[in-house]
């Protein structure tokens, strides 16, 4: 009789030590202390030990059945934490995530990167100067004389306030041409005080005029090159042009320069780029094969003197063209309203 319960004792244990789930040690549990489990039944055997042996046997007995009961709770703990561990495992990790929307940047932005890219890769240093700017840097010092008629083509926002005796009435910045004089003034100061004077401006910017309709933006982005050094000719600024267009628009097109007038270049020009659609043929789009791009010219000796540098040792060329009508004119989009650009629409700015 004892050595069946302790038998008893030792299967049981290692049955619900092995028992797989709770559903398992609940049959376990059945097998040896259900009603008519092994235990159970043998217990009732113990009627048939002589009286002598019986208190002995009945304490073993009692010993087996609280160790058998003891496991059980002991494993249903257990099985209860493991299955919590299964019912976690069962994430799979390696499935791909849910994410969050992701943006990009802006066409605008792309663009400019792009085209800083390209300057970059000849020695152009890219800048940023005010937007909220002074008369000063933005008329007076590219040779706009006060009250000159073309001012008035920059449809500028001035900003109410007291004037600066020498530096005028404050404005948004019409155009980045403006960055030219601060950057010659920055060279003046840190170049060995303008004894040799070396620019290779990139500067990228927003701009601000009065004009809102399907054509103009109130703010829009302009890139504007300088160069000054000794000897600077047109066909340096000729050929910094063809490099671009061919960088941004493609290796087959060709720029020519056309005379204009610019205040503060001389002589000054507008640059055309060959038509992508006919390849400077002629077609619908175009006409004659070619489209405007923007303007560019030598600085006017007026524009170097008023910053401090010296015409007579130094000459440069300068250009300033729209960064949203090169990036519509690559990418052949005809956009019915400009002003879609900026109107935070995602349908719109998702497709770039
Ligand atoms: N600032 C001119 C504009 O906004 C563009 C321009 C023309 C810039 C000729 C230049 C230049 O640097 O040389 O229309």
Not at 232 to 252: E, M, R, T
Not at 312 to 330: H, N, T
Request: aromatic share 8%; hydrophobic share 35%.
């Amino acid at each position: 009789m004892e050595e069946e319960l302790i038998s008893i004792k030792n299967t049981a244990l290692s049955f619900i030590l092995e028992a797989e789930d709770l559903k398992n040690l609940e049959e376990i549990k059945l097998q040896f202390l259900g009603k008519s489990g092994k235990l159970t039944l043998l217990i009732k055997e113990i009627t048939k030990v002589p009286p002598e042996k019986r208190k002995e046997v009945g304490m073993l007995a009692n010993e087996v059945k609280d160790a058998i009961e003891d496991a059980i709770k002991l494993r249903q703990e257990n099985l209860k934490h493991k299955t919590k561990t299964v019912l976690r495992q069962k994430i799979d990790v390696t499935n791909p995530g849910i994410l969050p929307p992701l943006g990009h940047e802006h066409l605008v932005t792309q663009a400019i990167e792009e085209i800083s890219g390209i300057f970059e890769k000849i020695g152009f240093t890219r800048v940023t100067y005010p937007e909220v700017e002074w008369d000063w840097f933005a008329f007076e010092a590219l040779n706009f004389p006060q009250g000159h008629p073309a001012r008035d083509d920059w449809e500028t926002f001035f900003i109410k306030g007291e004037k600066d005796p020498q530096k005028g009435a404050m404005l948004l910045t019409p155009h980045t041409s403006s960055g030219q004089i601060r950057e010659m003034q920055k060279a003046l100061i840190t170049e060995n005080k303008g004894e040799e004077v070396s620019i290779r401006m990139l500067n990228v910017a927003k701009c601000y005029r009065r004009q809102s309709d399907i054509s103009h933006t109130p703010m829009f982005h302009q890139f504007e090159t300088l160069v000054i050094d000794k000897n600077i000719s047109i066909s340096h600024l000729k050929g910094v042009l063809d490099y671009f267009a061919k960088s941004y628009f493609g290796q087959n097109r060709k720029t020519r320069i056309r005379p204009y007038h610019f205040q503060f270049t001389e002589p000054s020009f507008e640059v055309d780029v060959t038509c992508g659609v006919c390849n400077g043929k002629g077609c619908k789009l175009c006409k004659e094969g070619w489209l405007e791009m923007g303007g560019a010219g030598m600085v006017h000796p007026n524009v170097l003197k008023m910053s401090g540098i010296d015409p007579e040792k130094y000459r440069g060329f300068a250009s300033g063209w729209g960064v949203e009508r090169v990036l519509m004119m690559r990418e052949g989009l005809e956009i019915d309203d400009l002003r879609l650009l900026y109107s935070n629409n995602l349908d719109f700015l998702e497709q770039f």
